[in-house]
């Protein structure tokens, strides 16, 4: 059993995290308790619960899923969570949902120049995380449990006794600048560039920077929840490995002012003002948690002779849709590795996918882009729009001498989803979006020789 943690006040949260202690396993079953004896021996929910705490039952998979897609956990909370009072709307009109939120574009490859810092716009004020929460491309319909949304968050101010929890989705965050500490239900995460975090659906969380400032890329997952891809061939192991997938320690802290929770359902915003914290769970037991992933921690697999395999081989996790094989959404990243084929072109080959692809871009160099595509900017391909490498890079990659070869301090990462996206009205004219992207192509002359 875990000794007890205990949270620390909004305030003190945005600073230098602490270290704090997590439980490995992905899907794993958890327990633990902020204080020994507050879970319930032998079933889940006795007459009293121990210390007199409300046992309260999260699913995030139908009853009769199959086990080895059943998630749900027990939470032992010292109020339960419909002590709330009533929800009324909220504006945040940048975080839109699904295709109807998105606005028509035209099949050409869009490229986004890195969104700018709060503090980088003159005379904006201060943001959090969830009013600076912004959607570039979405898809499908949070209403039909289908599709997802990119998102980016770039903030500077605490989420001070306030909550987020979101029923449309699951959050995967992939922070790019500034290190996080969520404060879940189920516990604290702390997470920096380099490592992801996963929020189940309906998970109530709050976000604070380290440093006072981050910025970062989200996916909203409305579909199947996101888990490790099959290994086929591969083994038993390899590329993201679940022990390395960790989850908080029960931790709760004291009721004190009233918290605001904004819910998102329905693809619309609601707000409360409630007496309780939502984050009074002192025990826990279950498979459904907060997760977090340091992607140092895949093991990469590539060609040890020759061509470019297909990035499916990166798969982090996946997001099935009903068709096998055909997902919902992939989350792949590109880590540092070495390239050693013979007798190739050892970067991505010009390519027309009827998955749509977006990127970001966390650190370093991508090298199918070498140049235009930078840290905290990101790309979109849509179903079949043709990309592939810039002029430059085709050049460099046709010509070099294919000696063992190290990409290193690098990051990228694709969100690829089997429905076409649709971009924001802000991603299109929010300022962010680069007008020359297709000019990195003009290069690409005609040099056929023919015998
Ligand atoms: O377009 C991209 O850069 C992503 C990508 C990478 C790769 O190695 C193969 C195909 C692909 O879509
Ligand atoms: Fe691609």
Redesign the pocket.
């Known amino acids: 059993m875990n000794a007890p943690e205990t949270l620390r006040s909004p305030a003190a949260s945005a600073t230098a995290p602490s270290t704090l202690r997590y439980q490995g396993g992905f899907g794993n079953q958890f327990e633990t308790e902020a204080i020994p004896g507050a879970l319930p021996r032998g079933r889940n929910s006795p007459q009293r619960a121990p210390m007199d705490l409300y046992p309260e039952l999260l699913s995030g998979s139908a009853f009769t899923a199959p086990r080895v897609e059943n998630r749900r956990t027990w939470l032992y909370r010292r109020q339960p969570s419909v002590v709330t009072g009533a929800f009324h709307a909220y504006e945040q009109p940048f975080w839109t949902s699904g295709a109807a939120g998105g606005v028509a574009a035209p099949p050409d490859p869009l490229r986004w120049h890195p969104f700018p810092m709060p503090d980088e716009q003159p005379g904006a004020p201060g943001v959090d995380f969830v009013d600076s929460l912004k959607t570039l491309v979405s898809n499908g319909d949070p209403d039909a449990q289908t599709g997802m949304a990119a998102l980016i968050y770039a903030f500077n101010r605490p989420m001070t006794r306030r909550a987020l929890m979101n029923a449309d989705g699951e959050m995967l965050i992939v922070p790019q600048q500034g290190g996080l500490r969520l404060t879940t239900e189920m516990g604290l995460l702390d997470v920096v560039p380099g490592e992801i975090a996963l929020v189940p659906r309906g998970v109530t969380f709050r976000v604070e920077a380290h440093d006072g400032a981050a910025r970062g890329y989200i996916c909203e997952n409305y579909g199947a929840a996101f888990r490790l891809p099959e290994l086929g061939p591969i083994g038993s192991n390899g590329l993201a490995n679940p022990r390395d997938f960790l989850a908080p320690v029960a931790a709760h802290e004291p009721d004190g002012a009233p918290y605001e929770v904004i819910r998102k359902t329905g693809g619309a915003l609601w707000r409360n003002a409630q007496a309780v914290t939502p984050f009074n769970v002192v025990a826990w037991h279950g498979n459904l948690t907060p997760l977090k992933y340091d992607t140092a921690h895949f093991m990469t697999i590539g060609s040890i002779s020759f061509d ?1 395999p ?2 499916s081989i990166f798969t982090v996790l996946t997001s099935p849709s009903d068709t096998p094989g055909t997902a919902n959404c992939d989350f792949v990243i590109f880590p540092p590795r070495w390239l050693v084929q013979e007798d190739t072109f050892r970067p ?1 080959w010009y ?1 027309r ?1 009827v998955m749509s ?1 977006f ?1 970001g871009l966390i650190h370093g160099q991508y090298d ?1 882009k070498p140049e235009g595509f930078r840290p905290g900017g990101a790309s979109l ?1 849509n179903c079949l729009v043709p ?1 592939g490498p810039d002029a430059d890079a085709f050049e460099a990659a046709s010509t070099r001498t294919l000696t063992p070869q190290k990409l290193d301090h690098t990051l990228a990462f ?1 969100f690829e989803s089997r429905w076409r996206f649709r971009p924001s009205e802000w991603a299109l004219r929010g300022g962010a979006l680069d007008a020359d992207y297709a000019a990195c192509w003009g290069g690409l002359k005609d040099k056929f020789k023919p015998a």
């Open positions: 470019h297909d990035p991505p390519h996918n692809e990127m199918a391909h990309h694709m």
